[in-house]
């Protein structure tokens, strides 16, 4: 069965029926039905310019309120471990900055010059390790604002079904076999 559609902005004469540009026609029995499109509610580049400015304001604008939290705590996370290490950093630099001033007195945590640098170096890396994650998450949540906000107009098809059930085969070689199948019906 052939069904017109229309996604353009149509004037029809006959019934004087005009069709907005973000809206599609279908005839369907001869009945008219007007399908809106969610492309002026949901902007890809607004959530991505949202999500850009504040983080997580691409979530709101997609109306995933959800997401806030993860996003809020993988940037808390990720902060703290990058301004713990800092800390630690700047504690041990201070030691042996203090111990390179000082040759013959000992460092208040009793390691030598050589365990300093080498406490010194791992510390600074592991904060730049979590500072370049915490970028990396910045432009990971921009990006699920802006793939989600062009996800809105995808449609389900609403017969789409997954089953798992339990399933055996007979075979010649080997004998009987079970395991589990999944059928996918659309």
Known sequence: MAVPSFAQEVEVVRDTLKIPSDSLQIRKGGKIITVESYAKRFQPRKALLYAAVLPGMGQVYNKKYWKLPIVYGGFYVLTSFAVRYNQLHDKYKTELFGLLENPGTKAPSGFSETQLR?????????????????????FLQMIDAHVDAHLKEFDLNPQLKISLSPSVQQNYMIGQTSGVSITLKF
């Open 118 to 138: 080498s406490i010194t170096d791992t510390y600074r890396r592991q904060r730049d390790y979590f500072l370049i994650l915490n970028t990396f998450w910045y």
